[in-house]
């Protein structure tokens, strides 16, 4: 398994025990997906009010969700970032940031009844996806890959909805 730089912030309370969770679940996302250079991943960890308004600057999308996906290449689904695209100083490659809303989070970890520590690993792989370049704005077979995926991973690592 290659070496992943996985960079978690928090602007809230609460989060500091999902930081490992995200250390063990976005490599292993990597992985299943064949990424096959050391990469860097930024992590935030926000409320509503937080991802709103990162929603707004950044989307102009007016409310809250549960995460966003910033990825620094413009790639589809099964093409990768390569050893060129590394930072010199780091030898990581910069895949992208994302932020979850813990807020949000819980809550609809609650509402599927699987608890707060699925649903940060699901939106952790949600948007590992998306920076590898799924997308899933249609309602079609990109979403259905894109949920098969997500599933196969959380499968992977164990982590399922009981």
Not at 20 to 30: H, N, S
Not at 31 to 44: H, K, M, Q, R, S
């Amino acid at each position: 398994m290659q070496h992943h730089e996985i960079i978690v912030e928090t602007e809230v309370d609460g989060a500091e025990e999902y930081a490992e969770l995200l250390r063990r679940v976005i490599p292993a996302a990597l992985e299943a997906e064949g990424v096959a250079v050391p990469c860097e991943v930024d992590v935030l960890f926000t409320d509503d009010e937080g991802i709103h308004a990162i929603n707004l600057e950044q989307r102009e999308v007016d409310r809250p969700t549960d995460v966003l996906s910033f990825p620094m290449f413009e790639l589809s689904p099964g093409e990768h970032p390569g050893a060129e695209d590394a930072e010199a100083g780091t030898g990581l490659v910069p895949l992208g940031d994302m932020v979850i809303s813990l807020e949000r989070a819980t809550a609809q970890g609650e509402e599927y009844g699987h608890g707060t520590q699925r649903e940060v690993a699901y939106l952790a792989v949600h948007s590992v996806l998306h920076l590898l370049g799924y997308d899933h704005m249609d309602e079609g077979e990109e979403k259905a890959r894109m949920r098969a995926r997500e599933e196969d991973i959380l499968g992977e690592l164990g982590i399922t909805r009981e």
